[in-house]
């Protein structure tokens, strides 16, 4: 594997993958290692316009809209992962999981149709490996409850997220050499201390 990986953070609402995300970038930045940091929906100019648009409380496309905007919104970042490739670190939050795991096993929008549409988008770009983040319902409305501001996509019932993380962990066991599951429902000090040991592995 190349020193310079490509490393996702998966997850459900309130699976503090952006919380472990911030913690690896502040180990990079102490280690002097060049990366760059991306989410998804967003990460570039043109992707997070077109975030905005998605998540937006009074957007009310349907979810074949929904699914064309997210790759819209990666459609947008592909020539700047493709720019660093094998010369920095890339750690993007959310990528290519997300959409099956929303749009197919949360949405119910073909599975297939949306492999095509991944692999038209990313061709050679490859993913290394992937922190996946589970949580349990109870906790994730908990953190949701949380937050100041909530977007569409964190309003929907308990079903849909148990769906969403169920398809999450199917992937998961599908491809588990380059999956780790971090289990959020425990101590958050104890899961930053298991991410940054494989970091440091990886890099
Ligand atoms: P977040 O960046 O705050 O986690 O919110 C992004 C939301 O977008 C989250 O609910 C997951 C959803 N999403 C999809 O439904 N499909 C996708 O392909 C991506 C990248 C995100």
């Known amino acids: ?3 310079n990986p490509i490393i ?3 997850g459900i ?3 503090g993958k952006s919380y472990h995300i911030k913690k690896v970038s502040n180990f990079l930045k102490k280690k002097k290692r060049k990366f760059i940091q991306i989410r998804e929906p967003g990460g570039s100019k ?8 998605i998540l937006n409380n009074k957007s009310t496309f349907n979810k074949n809209t929904d699914l ?4 819209s919104a990666r459609s947008e970042n592909v020539e700047l992962i493709k720019k660093n490739i094998g010369k920095k670190i890339v750690l993007i939050d959310r990528f290519k999981d997300s959409t099956i795991a929303y749009q197919h096993y949360g949405m119910g929008i073909n ?3 949306i492999a095509t549409l991944n692999n038209y ?12 983040n589970i949580v349990n319902i109870k906790n994730m409305k908990n953190r949701l409850m949380k937050r100041k501001n909530l977007n569409r996509y964190d ?3 308990n079903k849909f997220y148990s769906n969403v993380q169920k398809g999450f962990i199917k992937l998961q066991k599908k491809n588990s050499k380059k999956y780790m599951k971090i289990d959020s429902n425990l101590d958050i000090e104890y899961n930053e201390k298991i991410i940054l040991d494989k970091i440091k592995s990886l890099i």
């Open 13 to 15: 609402e309130g699976s």
């Open 121 to 132: 988008l990313l061709k050679n770009i490859n993913i290394d490996f992937t922190f996946l």
């Open 68 to 71: 064309l905007l997210y790759l």
């Open 46 to 53: 043109n992707s997070e316009r077109i975030r905005n648009l």
């Open 155 to 157: 309003k929907f019932d």
């Open 1 to 3: 594997m190349s020193k």
């Open 8 to 10: 996702v953070f998966e």
């Open 111 to 113: 599975l297939k149709l």
